[in-house]
């Protein structure tokens, strides 16, 4: 994705990694194969590979406005123990490279958002350190949504009661604890604005405290959308809910919504999982929505 304008902000995105993922069939078990079949002219191969496959990028975006820099979802990360992933496990990415080459370095940060906390969402908030978990960006204020934390503390003090594995891979222990430990995280409610034109709206679904931002500037707009769409695909019937949700009809109800409100509008969608170029918008079709990358 090249630099993308909005108004009088900026949103660069930084790649951890992108390519085919896992079936289809596993991650979008809804999926109707007839229905998308009828698709393949711009599905294939870009979102959909030859062998079924979701093809899927794990990326963040840096939204610079005039007054700071908001890093939003921030990956797997590195050095992290997901032994049932084995593409998250123990990684070494070249992610802070990717921030340095597009001109960011992690003092530069002074919002990290996580529109969820799944463990691909939450991974680069802390780096390994002398064996210990420290946050990444030293100067920054880590914003989650009050309801998402709630709901993993509450399952994670659940699963140390009963000694069943910690949620999310272990990720609220390693990479949402030590920055709430650090004092730096902040608990917002919904409409949490970070700056003019910058907002959070709950939309709850994918998780229970679900979250997208919103970035207006000078009559331009863009959504966030995190997890709401984890592919094109899912343009085409709304109602696809990933394998990942946890409420699978709340969180049609929201792609829904967002799709409806997008569609055939000048808004901009940088989705959290979409695969390059990234950026594009919802056009309204007969039947569902479909997709436009061509953003000049
Ligand atoms: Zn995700």
Redesign the pocket.
């Known amino acids: 994705m090249k630099t993308q304008r909005i108004g009088a902000f900026t949103v660069e995105r930084i790649t951890e990694s992108e390519g085919p993922f896992a079936p289809l069939a596993f991650i979008l078990p809804g999926v109707d194969m007839d229905r998308l079949e009828a698709h393949a002219d711009w599905l294939r191969p870009g979102f959909v590979d030859v062998q079924d496959r979701l093809v899927m990028s794990f990326h963040s975006y840096v939204l610079k406005t005039p007054r700071c820099n908001i890093l939003i979802d921030t990956c797997v990360g590195n050095h992290k123990e997901r032994p049932l992933r084995a593409n998250w496990h123990r990684q070494e990415f070249g992610y802070l490279a990717a921030m340095a080459a597009a001109g960011v370095q992690p003092q530069d940060i002074d919002y990290v958002c996580c529109t969820h906390l799944?463990a691909?969402?939450v991974g680069w908030n802390t780096s390994l350190r002398d064996g210990a978990w420290v946050p990444t960006f030293p100067k920054a204020r880590y914003v989650f949504s009050r309801t998402e934390y709630a709901h993993w503390q509450g399952e994670h003090q659940r699963a140390l009661a009963s000694g069943v594995p910690l949620p999310n891979q272990g990720s609220f222990s390693d990479s949402v604890l030590p920055v709430v430990e650090a004092g730096q995280a902040c608990m917002v409610d919904d409409g949490f604005e970070f700056d003019h034109g910058v907002h959070l709206q709950e939309a709850s679904g994918h998780t229970p405290g679900n979250c997208i931002v919103h970035a207006r500037s000078q009559g331009d707009h863009a959504v966030f959308s995190g997890?709401i769409f984890h592919s094109p695909v899912q343009l085409i019937n709304p109602d696809w809910s990933s394998r990942f949700c946890h409420d699978p009809l709340q969180a049609a109800a929201a792609r829904h919504t967002l799709a409806q409100q997008m569609a055939d509008t000048p808004s901009v969608l940088l989705a959290?999982?979409f695969p390059s170029p990234v950026a594009g918008r919802v056009v309204s079709r007969s039947q569902g929505f479909g997709w436009k990358t061509e953003l000049q």
Do not use: I, L, M, R
């Open positions: 799944h691909d969402h997890d959290g999982h």
